[in-house]
């Protein structure tokens, strides 16, 4: 799998590429990250990105020469005529574990890292195939959620986790929150582990496991636990990563 990251601050990467799965993915040939500086696309003697807003208003916005021309640049690339194009916004579709694996299948992705007040509207209309918020808060930049889909989806690409690692059993592959563990040792600072853990009986302890799990979804996220209920009245449902229909809607990729 292929992404190109477009930003104005492509240093920023680097720790997230070059540390743990997604450097071990990179080096196994499993995904290959290519970092654009969109300045690099500039035309001005100042290597302008951005100007102010037509209408009036505060601050700036990206203006669209540099990004066509960048994206432009990434699909030129051998394969890259159908790269789906991203653009990482608060005004984006909530990034979910499904999309995670939705995202896992494209070949070819382009992800674009807005600043300032945003980007002009014609990136959005004519360039971009999918808007995307990693959640209701305001960042800097889009750099941060970038990285946070990136790597969402780079571990979910087959080999990138090691065998201890794995993608199917936890938190969202059964539409709850993840049950506590615990590890050695048994007894810490006065504080025990749950006794049912330390008996050998796994069906006592997966039937443990579940109360848990649902016990902590419902206080944290009742709406997550409602939709488990409406589910597991058609069990069919709650199978695991790619498997659901796509949350899309009519801006499917
Ligand atoms: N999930 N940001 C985008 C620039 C911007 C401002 C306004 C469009 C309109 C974010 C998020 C996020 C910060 C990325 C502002 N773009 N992106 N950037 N939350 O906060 O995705």
Redesign the pocket.
Known sequence: MKFDIISVFPELFSGVLDCGIIRRARQAGLVDVRLVNLRDFTSDRHRSVDDRPYGGGEGMVFIPGPLFDAVEFCRATKGGENAKVVF?????RPWTQNMAGEFAVIPHLILI???????DQRVIDYLVDLE???????????EI?AMALLDSVVRLLPGALGCGESAVNESFSTGLLDYPQYTRPAEYRGYSVPEVLLSGDHAKIEKWRKEKALEKTKRVRPELARIFHENSSAPAAQTGVNTRRTQWGDEGI
């Open positions: 990482l916004t608060p005004q984006g890292c807005g600043r300032y007040e945003g980007v995307v918020s990693i959640g209701d808060f305001i960042l800097t930049g889009g959620p």
